[in-house]
Each structure stands twice: as structure tokens, then as C-alpha cells.
């Protein structure tokens, strides 16, 4: 798997040595054979390979020696190495390891693709190769030699003798070599100023500098954070702990935030800069701002925290978003982002006004979530999600009760979306909707088999339809008997 995703670039031998001694790297430690154990370890190797690092080519010797005779066929690697990454796992998960779509769905989540089924479409669109032999390895690989580490230690330090020596005789126009660099908040910064830049570092291991520095080295390592280091800009230390059980720090510069875990590597994301927003740490765990309430869970009961840290809270839902806890007058959620997703509701009563506050989901707005959330696949992080049930009610003709939802996602770093859903018998998305004068339209099968065009408007409006006949409407609600051949636009009034 890892050779299959790892760029197409430079020879095959060195692509599987790399690929062994990406496995390799992710078997230290990795005891736990569970289903969950393997996924992990899945993650850290497809995370490696689709950005591999350069110093997987030091010292690689061992594993060229540990060749197979025969290798793959290099005509599907010539065409992997044409797709775009997430694709090219997407290909590699769907058609070589035999994974359902919703499991390569899950598993590009795990590798924070933002909208991970244009990329399973894309894969499942690819032609195969006219391979000339299969891609599969030979059974029996041979075992990886690696040899004493005192060698390599020495030439190191003769190494890092000769590069000082270099710089102080000025043969080199490089700046000297500087150890990697973290900022950390004053412990009370957060009481005079409530910004991402006030809070403090939290955790057991805050004050580990051994760790901490390599989870800057990590940061500083990572190419897309080069110009920010030569700009002298710093990484934020916001969290350094063990939550979930292994090491982890949490670092965050400008709107990005980056997760550090020694077997993981780094993981670097746009996250916006809302000073109170959790963070999600993996494994429904979030840290909170320093000035938060306790959270509470969605029955009203205390969560427990430590250093900043939520104890696991998920979603009651099948497809794992949805609302989560309560944190002050706010229910945040998870939306698949980054950072938790502040949820309000509006009822079909509500008028909308000039401005207006988070409050807590009460019991129809947790029901409306958990229903929507699964219809909801943000291409972008969201940091604010609106939904407002502009019209509920009892569909004619053999109809059940139905909810007409207008969806508002305010999406990190500015820009806004809102898209309606008929909650029902069956969920279905019908199209955009104005967040502040909601209407919507689709056709809708009676039980009797004929078709009527449905559309509804919030409180104060009126729905009209051009392209049906004999349309009636009651209690804002259009129906029109007719077919659905012809295209129908509808408006509010």
C-alpha cells in the first residue's frame, strides 16, 4: 500500500525501500493487533507516504539490500503517479486493498481531506492498466539488517564538527544553525486579552522540553512552514499532554494549527483564528479555551476535563457528526473539521433579527441535528452551523410529517453556504436556500404513485412556482400535481 502511494517519482528500488521503511517505522511500539490498533497504524503509513520526507533516503541501504527479486509491474505506478494524492489513495484503498466507499470515506477524513468524495469519484473513474504482470509483491521478503547506530553517530558528529567549522570560517552564507523555536503564553495571559494568543500551554508534558522541541522540529520541518521560519515567525505551544493515552502537543501559528505525535508525525491545518472555538484532538477529545464554562454533556450532566481536555464526547449518530456538548450558552458539534462547530436551531416561529446570540440546542434542535448532520459533508471547515426549520408539518396525499430545513454554514476563514433539506420518510436535499427568506421546492412521490412538485416558505412568505399547474397552497405549502419533466423555479413573495 505504501509503495503504491508514495509519489511516482525516481526509481522503483529506492519507492519500495522507502515503502519498507515507512512499514517499519510504524511497527515500533504498534503491540495493539485490534481492528482500531491497525487502523491507526494505516493512517500513519498512508500519512507518511503521501508526503514522504527526504530523510527517509539517508541510510537506506538496509532495506535495499532486503530487496524482493522481482517487482512490480511499473505500468500501475506509471499511471498513480499521474493522479493527484488523495486520489491516488483513494485508488489505492478502493481498487487494490478492497475497501467498501465508506470506509475510504472515513479513512480520508482520518487524513484531513476536506471533501473526500470528489476524490473516491475521481479514483473510481480511472481506467486500470494493461499491466503486464500483477502488482502484488513476492510472498517471502527478505528481512531488513540494519547495522549498529555508533557508526552513523560518529559521522554525525564529525559531520555537525565539520558544518561549525564552516560557519565560523564563513564558508558558508547560510545563517547558523539555531535550535527549533516555541512561543508560549504568560499562564494569566487569557485574563486580560480572550485570544488564540492567550492561551496558555497546558498538559503534563508542557514542560518536557525534550518533546516539545521535537514537535517544533516537526513543525520546522514541515515545507510548507520554511517561509514562516525565515520570517522569524515562532509556533504557539498550546498543548502538551497525554491525552488519549499517548504524547501529543498541540501548535498553532497564525490560523494554522498542527498535532504532534511521536508516531504520527505532524499534521498541519487552516483552522481560523475564533479565540474559543475546541479544538479536536482525535478520539472525541477537544481542547478548551482557558476562560470556558465546564462543558456539560447533552443531557445536562457535567464533563469531565483535564488540563483543557474533554473527556471522549461523540456524536449519537450513525455516520459520527453531530452535536456533542454544551459549552456555556453555546452546544457545539462536530461538522468534520478541525475545530468543534458552533450548532444553533431556529424553530418554523422564528423571525430572523439584526443580531443575535449562541444558545444551547434544546430537544428538537439536538433531534434536528443528529438527522442533519449526516446530510451535511462541508467541503470547507465550518465554524458556525444555522439551521432553521422554516416549515414543518404533514405532507398531503398520503405524506407523513416532514421538517423543511434552511442550513447556514459559516465556513473558517469567511465565505457562507446554506442549502435546504426535507426531513422526512427520506432525507433529501433540495438545493440552495436564502438563510433570511427560506424557500425551497422538489418533486415528491405519493404512495399512491403519483408525483406532486412540493415547495415551502418561512414564516411571512409565500411560495410560487412557475412551470407547474394547478398548484394550491396552504399553510405555506405548495402542491402541484404533474411530471417531472418540466424544470420548475421557485421564489417566496
Avoid at 479544538?279 to 457535567?302: K, M, Q, S, V
Avoid at 473558517?412 to 427568506?437: H, S
Amino acid at each position: 500500500m505504501a509503495y503504491f502511494v508514495l509519489p511516482g517519482t525516481g526509481k522503483r528500488v529506492y519507492r519500495l525501500a522507502i515503502a519498507r521503511r515507512i512499514v517499519d517505522g510504524t511497527a515500533r511500539g504498534a503491540r495493539d493487533r485490534s481492528p482500531a490498533g491497525l487502523a491507526r497504524r494505516r493512517t500513519r503509513v498512508l500519512r507518511r507516504a503521501m508526503r514522504p520526507s527526504r530523510r527517509l533516503r539517508i541510510g537506506l541501504g538496509p532495506w535495499l539490500r532486503a530487496l524482493p527479486a522481482q517487482l512490480p509491474d511499473p505500468a500501475l505506478t506509471a499511471m498513480l503517479a499521474r493522479l493527484d494524492p488523495h486520489v491516488r489513495v483513494a485508488y489505492v484503498l478502493r481498487h487494490m486493498q478492497g475497501l467498501p466507499p465508506y470506509a475510504v470515506r472515513d479513512q480520508l477524513v482520518e487524513l484531513r481531506v476536506r471533501d473526500p468524495w470528489p476524490k473516491i469519484r475521481a479514483a473510481e473513474e480511472v481506467p486500470p492498466p494493461s499491466a503486464r504482470r500483477s502488482g502484488r509483491f513476492e510472498s517471502a521478503l527478505r528481512p531488513v539488517r540494519t547495522r549498529s547506530a555508533a557508526p552513523l553517530a560518529v559521522a554525525a558528529v564529525l559531520t555537525a564538527a565539520l558544518v561549525a567549522a564552516l560557519v565560523l570560517t564563513g564558508g558558508d552564507d547560510e545563517p547558523a544553525a539555531r535550535e527549533p523555536r516555541l512561543v508560549s503564553a504568560a499562564p494569566d495571559a487569557w485574563t486580560r486579552s480572550r485570544t488564540l494568543d492567550a492561551w496558555p500551554p497546558r498538559g503534563d508534558l508542557a514542560g518536557d522540553r525534550a518533546f516539545t522541541r521535537r514537535a517544533a522540529a516537526a513543525w520546522e520541518a514541515a515545507p510548507g512552514e520554511r517561509a514562516a521560519r525565515r520570517s522569524g515567525g515562532a509556533p504557539q505551544l498550546l498543548y502538551a499532554g497525554r491525552a488519549g493515552g499517548g504524547p501529543l502537543a498541540v501548535l498553532r501559528l497564525g490560523d494554522r494549527i498542527a498535532l504532534y505525535t511521536p508516531g504520527g508525525g505532524l499534521d498541519v491545518t487552516a483552522a481560523g483564528t475564533d479565540p474559543s472555538a475546541p479544538i479536536a484532538l482525535g478520539g472525541g477529545r477537544y481542547l478548551l479555551a482557558p476562560w470556558d464554562a465546564a462543558p456539560e454533556t447533552l443531557a445536562g450532566e457535567r464533563l469531565a476535563t483535564s488540563s483543557g481536555v474533554t473527556a471522549p464526547a461523540r456524536a449519537d449518530t450513525g455516520c459520527g457528526r453531530g452535536p456533542l456538548f454544551h459549552v456555556g450558552e453555546r452546544t457545539v458539534g462536530d461538522l468534520g473539521g478541525p475545530r468543534a462547530t458552533v450548532l444553533t436551531y431556529h424553530s418554523p416561529d422564528y423571525r430572523p433579527a439584526r443580531t443575535e446570540r449562541p444558545a444551547r440546542l434544546g430537544p428538537e434542535g439536538k433531534k434536528i441535528w443528529n438527522r442533519l448532520a449526516c446530510q451535511t459533508d462541508p467541503a470547507r471547515p465550518v465554524a458556525e452551523a444555522m439551521a432553521w426549520n422554516f416549515w414543518s408539518g404533514t405532507i398531503p396525499h398520503g405524506g407523513k410529517h416532514a421538517d423543511w430545513v434552511c442550513t447556514r454554514l459559516t465556513q473558517i476563514g469567511g465565505g457562507t453556504t446554506a442549502r435546504a433539506t426535507l426531513l422526512g420518510t427520506k432525507d433529501r436535499a433540495t438545493g440552495p436556500c436564502d438563510a433570511r427568506r427560506p424557500v425551497s421546492g422538489t418533486w415528491w412521490k405519493s404512495p399512491s404513485g403519483r408525483w406532486y412538485y412540493l415547495a415551502a416558505a418561512g414564516r411571512g412568505l409565500v411560495p410560487h412556482a412557475e412551470g407547474v399547474d394547478r398548484s394550491t397552497t396552504k399553510h405555506r405549502l405548495l402542491v402541484a400535481p404533474g411530471a417531472r419533466t418540466s424544470p420548475v423555479t421557485v421564489t417566496a413573495r
